[in-house]
């Protein structure tokens, strides 16, 4: 069975460097998605992409958050620079429009980065 | 923008009892509520979704209902067994996926 595949699965990084997640969807899914889930709370949602167009970040904080998904396939989220409070895990998911007379999108979710700042 | 919130936080269970979880949302234009299931240390996992044309869908022993006028939906897990504890989330998105948010979690813990 296909699964959404990310890396690396653990980083711990200092406070002020940069770091990157990588994330490759199922194939053929067209819409992917990041998140970042604080423990104990549910995943917050940072971007969307169709293809490679972003669909939705308005909950990226885009003065240290990037993302981008050149060719619409994989996808990298980056934060410059890190910061005590984005310690979590990133979630990466991705989905494929299923019929029906209402669109809508079932979600895979990848194991996740979980990211230590110190 | 979308609002979920959800109920309870945490809930225990004997095995073989049934367990409910219940949502609410704000936006009236959600019309795909996914409820997923997270165990420790592992990627969520949808476990049953509904779409607002159905009111009730089942799955063996899950299923989920949806009130879109009250606008909230719930999670009934029967015959509960040790391996259902795991935190639950439910979620609700507009068309095509959009506006995608998540309820806080509920701890489901089922005592043997």
């Known amino acids: 069975e296909a699964e959404v595949a990310q890396s690396p699965r653990y980083k711990i990084t200092e406070k002020s460097q940069a770091v990157a997640f990588w994330c490759d969807p199922i194939?053929?899914?067209?819409?992917l998605y990041w998140y970042r889930q604080i423990l104990g709370q549910g995943p917050e949602l940072l971007v969307q992409?169709?293809?490679?167009?972003?669909?939705?970040d308005s909950q990226l904080p885009k003065d240290r958050f990037s993302a981008e998904r050149l060719k619409g396939v994989d996808s990298t989220l980056k934060i410059q620079p890190a910061e005590l409070g984005d310690s979590a895990m990133y979630l990466c998911?991705?989905?494929?429009?299923?019929?029906?007379?209402?669109?809508?999108?079932?979600?895979?979710f990848g194991p996740g980065t979980r990211l230590l700042v110190l | 923008g979308e609002n979920v919130e959800q109920h309870p936080s945490t809930l225990s269970v004997q095995e073989g009892d049934s367990a409910v979880i219940k949502c609410t949302y704000s936006d009236s234009a959600s019309n795909y509520f996914p409820w997923y299931k997270q165990e420790l240390g592992k990627r969520p996992q949808l476990i049953i979704d509904?779409?607002?044309?159905?009111g009730e869908k089942k799955d063996q022993r899950i299923a989920v209902t949806l009130n879109k006028t009250a606008k909230h939906f719930s999670l009934h897990i029967t015959e509960t067994q040790p391996e259902d504890s795991a935190v639950y989330f439910c979620a609700a998105s507009t068309n095509y996926g959009q506006n995608f948010v998540f309820g806080p979690g509920t701890r489901l813990s089922v005592l043997p």
């Open positions: 509904i779409r607002s044309n159905v």
């Open positions: 998911a991705s989905s494929s429009i299923t019929g029906g007379p209402f669109l809508s999108e079932t979600q895979y």
């Open positions: 992409f169709q293809d490679e167009s972003v669909v939705d």
């Open positions: 194939s053929g899914h067209a819409t």
